[in-house]
């Protein structure tokens, strides 16, 4: 059964800041990894989708790497703006379309 | 990116009537749609996997019986929460996956979610 891991489970850094988020899973057989964002009480936002052929996915100042024979996958946040501060949720998909999430880093970015 | 709307946006309902969700794909046709339920401070959790045209794979768990899932177009698919009581108040979230149009294959697009209450 795949799990998903992401640490830390909550961060709060000052403005400006460059941050890391980590996610582990535990099944390396999969078909891609995605990073969503969600603000408190909404629907999920698809941040960066990283097929198991690449190693990593640019949009704007999010960074996402995959390294899929170790199971782990990072989302790199450059110049981080209060705007920033939501839950980031790492997913993965296996076999028969199951995207398993993990509980996801409670991001504060403080002005 | 695929659009995914989901009706209603939130529902309060008395304890032991029936709910309906509805999801829909809007400007493509989705070949497979989740549902996922999240409590509060939790993560995303699967609940059923519908194809269209054919019955729902439930997760272990997951009574199929109270949640009534309904694929009958590539463009919705419906869950059905019967006879509601207060410990199925949560966030639920529909997706849609198929083949994008940037040709992703098995990428997901989410519906906005669904807030129910039951009193």
């Known amino acids: 059964k795949q799990e998903v891991t992401q640490i830390p489970a909550a961060l709060s850094v000052p403005e400006g800041e460059n941050l890391v988020l980590n996610c582990s899973f535990t099944d390396s057989a999969i078909y891609n990894l995605q990073w969503f964002r969600q603000d408190p009480g909404k629907g999920l936002t698809s941040l960066l989708l990283?097929?198991?052929?690449?190693r990593e996915q640019t949009s704007g100042r999010l960074n996402a790497s995959l390294d899929k024979s170790s199971g782990r996958s990072t989302l790199y946040i450059a110049a981080s703006q209060p705007g920033d501060s939501a839950t980031y949720l790492c997913a993965v998909i296996g076999s028969n379309y199951k995207l398993t999430f993990g509980k996801g880093t409670l991001l504060t970015v403080n002005p | 990116g695929a659009v995914v709307s989901q009706h209603p946006s939130w529902v309060i309902c008395k304890s032991g009537t029936s709910v309906k969700i509805e999801c829909r794909s809007l400007d493509f046709q989705a070949t497979t749609m989740f549902w996922y339920r999240q409590f509060p401070k939790q993560s995303l959790m699967l609940m059923a996997t519908?194809?269209?045209?054919?019955?729902?794979?439930?997760e272990q768990g997951v009574e199929k019986d109270k949640f009534l899932i309904n694929h009958a177009s590539l463009t919705l698919s419906t869950l059905t929460v019967t006879s509601a009581h207060p410990e199925d108040s949560s966030f639920y979230i529909c997706?849609?996956?198929?083949?994008?149009?940037?040709?992703?294959?098995?990428?997901?697009?989410f519906g906005p979610g669904t807030r129910l209450t039951v009193l």
């Open positions: 990283i097929q198991s052929s690449q």
């Open positions: 519908s194809n269209e045209g054919s019955k729902a794979t439930y």
């Open positions: 997706s849609a996956g198929g083949v994008s149009g940037t040709g992703v294959y098995n990428e997901q697009f």
